[in-house]
C-alpha cells in the first residue's frame, strides 16, 4: 500500500517535511519515502526509526538517492515505546510520523516519547489516521476496527490518535483533518498536525 498512500499524502508531506531542519527523527520509516520530501540543506542529521530490519537496506537506498551523505542517516530498530534508552530526552528538532500511530503497541507511550525527544521549540510533524469526528464514521470505524488490524498488520482505525497528542504541553498546535470532505461518514479520518513544544 506504500506508494498508494504515498501518494495521496504527497502534498501534504512536502508541505510538512520541507519545513524540517536539525535532526529529524521519522517514526516507522517503513521503505523510506520521507527522503525524497527532506530538504538536504536544513537537515543535519536523520534518524529513521524501523522496528522491521528488513525494511533497513530499502531506507538506506532512499536516503542514497535522496543524496543524504551514510553518516547523516542512523536507522534503528527501537521501537518510539523504547526510543529514551537510546537518545536524550530534548536532543531532536523534528519527530515525524506518517501512518504509524495506528499500529505503534502503545500510542499513548509513543506520543509522550516522541514529545519528550523533542527540544523546546522542537515540532512534532504527522499524518495519521485517527478516530472520526462524525458519529457515521465512529460506528463504522468502531465495527471494522476488529477484522481490519488482522489483515493490516494491528492498525487500528478508531485511536483517538489526535486527542492523545493535544493532551500534551505544546507551546502551539497546529491540526486541521486532510479531506473532511471526502471522508466525513467513511472509515478514514486523517489529519494533520503541527505541533511545537
Ligand atoms: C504503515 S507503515 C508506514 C511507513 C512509513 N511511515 C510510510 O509512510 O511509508 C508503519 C510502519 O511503522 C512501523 N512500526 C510499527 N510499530 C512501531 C513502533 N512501535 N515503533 C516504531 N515503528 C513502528 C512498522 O514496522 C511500519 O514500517
Not at 505503534?104 to 499524518?127: C, I, Q, S, W, Y
Not at 479531506?179 to 461518514?185: I, K, N, Q
Request: net charge negative; with cysteine; hydrophobic share 40%.
Amino acid at each position: 500500500m506504500g506508494s498508494g498512500s504515498d501518494a495521496f499524502l504527497s502534498p501534504a508531506k512536502s508541505h510538512l517535511l520541507s519545513q524540517a531542519h536539525g535532526t529529524i527523527l521519522d517514526i516507522g520509516a517503513g521503505h523510506g519515502s520521507s527522503f525524497k520530501y527532506l530538504s538536504l540543506d536544513k537537515l543535519t542529521r536523520v534518524i529513521a526509526l524501523e522496528p522491521n530490519e528488513h525494511m533497513h537496506p530499502k531506507i538506506r537506498a532512499a536516503a542514497t538517492e535522496a543524496l543524504f551523505a551514510a553518516d547523516q542517516v542512523e536507522i534503528t530498530s527501537l521501537p518510539i515505546e523504547r526510543i529514551l534508552e537510546k537518545y536524550p530526552a530534548g536532543s531532536v528538532d523534528v519527530v515525524y510520523c506518517n501512518l504509524v500511530l495506528c499500529s505503534v503497541t502503545d500510542p499513548e507511550l509513543a506520543v509522550r516519547n516522541a514529545h519528550a525527544l523533542l527540544k523546546p521549540g522542537g515540532k512534532l510533524m504527522f499524518l495519521e489516521h485517527v478516530r472520526a469526528e462524525d458519529a457515521e464514521g465512529q460506528e463504522k470505524q468502531d465495527w471494522i476496527s476488529r477484522y481490519w488490524c488482522w489483515f493490516f498488520d494491528g492498525c487500528r482505525l478508531n485511536r483517538p490518535t489526535d486527542r492523545w497528542v493535544r493532551g500534551l504541553e505544546w507551546a502551539e498546535i497546529d491540526m486541521k483533518p486532510l479531506t473532511p470532505e471526502e471522508e466525513r461518514g467513511t472509515y478514514f479520518w486523517h489529519v494533520q498536525g503541527v505541533c511545537t513544544k
